[in-house]
């Protein structure tokens, strides 16, 4: 079973940054792709970034150039850094990981989720 545990979420102005983390736990975890996603009141969830073992990476176009996902070298932990924030970022994150080698921008191709973080963007 793997266990993934969000943190970094807060409330910051338009055009700064935030760094959220994912630390992720379990017999298996190391054969995991990973991914990041976001949901914003009264919308569905959606994909911000993805990352594989060999550390390939796949962002949506809303946050390319802005958003880099990357992770320690065990690929234990999976950071999310948001620069340039903007309010349409306003939603609570969440981190999910994958079974197999690459990397999918559908949520439902993800086997487990973490219990999210709140990141609030104020203009």
């Known amino acids: 079973q793997v266990q993934l545990v969000e943190s970094g979420g807060g409330v910051v102005q338009a055009g700064g940054s935030l760094r959220l983390s994912c630390a992720a736990s379990g017999p298996t975890v190391s054969s995991y792709a990973m991914g990041w996603f976001r949901q914003a009141p009264g919308k569905e969830r959606e994909f911000v970034a993805a990352?594989?073992?060999?550390?390939?990476?796949t962002y949506a176009d809303s946050v390319q150039g802005r958003f880099t996902i990357f992770g320690d070298n065990a690929m234990n932990t999976v950071y999310l850094q948001m620069n340039s924030l903007k309010p349409e970022d306003t939603a609570i994150y969440y981190c999910a990981a994958r079974e197999g080698y690459e990397q999918d921008i559908a949520a439902v191709a993800y086997d487990y989720w973490g219990q999210g973080t709140q990141v609030t963007v104020s203009s």
């Open positions: 990352i594989n073992r060999s550390k390939s990476r």
